[in-house]
């Protein structure tokens, strides 16, 4: 077989698997940006190898990749934003390769924001083993082949994020699709009435809520709020309909329900643009955290899904 061939064969193994790769990076990583630049990083390295000696193409990429991953994770410059606090996830719309395997509740939780979030107070190491015991199903031995470190030391980082993620749980279970819609149906028609008791009423206790912003240089100041009275308030002024407002977006934008990262979200939508979304977690019928992303370098990848497989009729234009 010339080299021709051979290479062409090769990047067609390399391509099967792509989406996998892209799927154990996004875990990893957080972000379809970042997951994607380690992907092709690894193709680079598989070019360059010397493919006839790799017995196992699927273990050799998936050590390329994790590494990758681990690598960034490491960077001074994680390092930076990671100490501030500034940082979410990139949401992906339902449906999206990215998300990768969802047979079991495991898997489908470690791409939830709310897990996400929680891998950023993880070690890399314990990150990497989580996602690839719980989601990909390798063997401690496989793991500590691919992380080079000991099978003991596996299951001990396994061990210590296993506890972590457990003890974020806002709830035991799934929450029921249907239900969720309600919920959040009943908090946008409380939120464009202007009904804060009621807003308050649909919040847990201990309700948070946490938002970036659209304004240029300012993504990563992240805003807070720790109490359903405060939240209800913040969330009632932003439905509360301007000309300004109309002005600064460039229009009313149309809500619409959608499944992000395997949550209920409402997005924010222009013309085919999506402006903005809020992801909400929910426990036992109530909203325990929302999530506000405007940042449009967060939100690339699922406008481009949203006009792909989106649209539908919008539950309210709330200005």
Do not use: Y
């Given at each position: 077989m010339d080299s021709t061939v051979t290479d062409r064969f090769d990047t067609g193994r390399f391509e099967a698997g792509r989406s996998r790769l892209a799927s154990l990076a996004y875990r990893l990583l957080g972000s379809a940006t970042d997951a994607e630049d380690a992907v092709q990083d690894a193709f680079l390295h598989w070019q360059a190898a010397d493919r006839q000696r790799i017995r196992v193409p699927e273990a050799w990429l998936t050590k390329v990749v994790t590494n990758l991953c681990l690598d960034r994770l490491r960077s001074a410059q994680a390092r930076r934003e990671h100490t501030v606090g500034a940082w979410l996830p990139e949401p992906l719309l339902d449906g999206d390769p990215m998300l990768g395997p969802a047979e079991t509740f495991e898997q489908r939780e470690s791409v939830s924001l709310a897990v996400l979030t929680l891998m950023e107070r993880l070690s890399p190491l314990e990150r990497a083993v989580y996602v690839l015991r719980e989601v990909f199903s390798y063997s401690h031995a496989e793991i500590a082949e691919i992380l080079d470190i000991t099978e003991s030391a596996s299951q001990q980082?396994?061990?210590?994020?296993?506890?972590?993620?457990?003890?974020?749980?806002?709830s035991g279970a799934e929450?029921?699709?249907?239900?969720?819609?309600?919920?959040?149906?009943?908090?946008?028609?409380?939120?464009?009435s202007g009904r804060t008791e009621r807003l308050v009423a649909l919040l847990t206790d201990d309700a948070?809520?946490?938002s970036d912003s659209n304004v240029a240089g300012l993504a990563e100041k992240l805003l807070r709020y720790d109490t359903p009275q405060r939240i209800a308030a913040v969330v009632r002024a932003g439905f509360k309909p301007t000309a300004a407002k109309r002005r600064f977006a460039g229009g009313a934008p149309a809500v619409h329900y959608a499944l992000v990262n395997g949550g209920p979200?409402?997005?924010?939508?222009?013309?085919?643009?999506?402006?903005?979304?809020?992801?909400?977690d929910i426990a036992k019928g109530r909203i325990a955290t929302l999530r506000g992303i405007a940042a449009p370098i967060r939100l690339t990848r699922l406008t481009e899904a949203w006009r792909q497989h989106g649209q539908g009729t919008p539950?309210?234009?709330?200005?």
């Open positions: 980082h396994l061990h210590r994020a296993r506890r972590r993620v457990i003890a974020a749980r806002r929450v029921d699709p249907a239900s969720a819609r309600r919920v959040v149906e009943e908090f946008l028609a409380a939120a464009s948070t809520a946490v979200a409402v997005l924010f939508v222009l013309g085919d643009q999506v402006v903005g979304s809020v992801t909400f539950l309210t234009t709330p200005w």
